[in-house]
């Protein structure tokens, strides 16, 4: 990247702090959509829980309905939204499977009821019943009673690695402002789009 063209992970960061600066109730909201092996798309929101050069990083049990998707089409489209500040950012690209040392330092800062919450769900599965998830839970805590709780194999982070990502603001008489950043060889070709 030249010195002259702006980073856009760096305003990915630097509009996620703007926003919790003004009240924000969720910044690290992120809705992700992906896309079924039948060329379905679905979304749902993660928690964004790291913005690193490489990209955004959220965390999941990969044998998720999203983590399915992933594992056989990478491709991934997520999108922040600050009420606070009027801004949208609208991200496109590939998830990465990081690795599980990643998973294991968060995991170490998560409470022990997400923990035991996350070893006793199979997300995305079907459940017969929420009593027998919460005695599924339950019998857990009872076995784990004063050790970690080990992280599962499968509940692990994905880097979304940007290939496009679209900086909105929002402007008086809807005359919005779009600025959109395309990866290149080296860095980002900047546009505009008409909103
Ligand atoms: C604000 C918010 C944050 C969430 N954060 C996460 C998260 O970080 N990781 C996760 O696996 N699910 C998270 N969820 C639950 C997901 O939206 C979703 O229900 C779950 O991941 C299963 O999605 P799937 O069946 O499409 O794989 C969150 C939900 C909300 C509303």
Redesign the pocket.
Known sequence: MNKTTPDPLKRIAAWHAAAARAGEK?PD?MTIATIAADGAP?L????LKGLSAAGLV????TR????RDLAHDPRIAAALRFGTTGRQIRVEGLARLLPAEDANIYWETRPRTSRLSASASF??APLLSRELLVARRDALAERLAGRVVPRPAAWLGYCIEPGRIEFWTQKPGRLHHRELFTRILRGWRISLLQP
């Open positions: 969720q909201a679905s749902r929101y993660v928690l959220f965390f999941t049990d998720s309905r999203k983590g997300q995305s």
